[in-house]
């Protein structure tokens, strides 16, 4: 079963469930939680307010809006994001969906609440055959399935 829902600290702040925009869109809009602001030259985490719950061989691949580089000089930090399955209530964070947008410019780009700023497009994934299937169980959020 896929869905999003909004993380406990972000209960009661009309925080946006996203959807899609047009019958043939791919991807989910996910929106700012907060207004934030990013320096020049820098990378800021932009809260959404939200986990993705997944069918265990599915991914959310998190992709910035094409406006957001055009019309306010910002990227994704790290390409695209990447949003395994077992993110979803993990302990330290909850599941929350974090977007890291890099300034590419020379002054403070500001980001509103309720702004559009990614998307998010759930889909399958294969494996290899010959996996070695002794895994240890997600114990955190960010960065913890490895260095």
Known sequence: MRFFK???AYQNQDILIPKRQTINSAGYDLAAAEDVEIPPKSVKLIPTGLKASMSKNEVLLIYARSSLGIKKGLILSNGVGVIDADYYDNPDNEGHLMVALYNL???IVHIQKNERIA???FTSFLTTNDEDVSFETR????GSSGS
């Open 119 to 121: 998307q998010g497009v």
């Open 6 to 8: 909004v993380i406990k």
């Open 139 to 142: 114990k955190g959020g960010f």
């Open 105 to 107: 410019n020379d002054y």
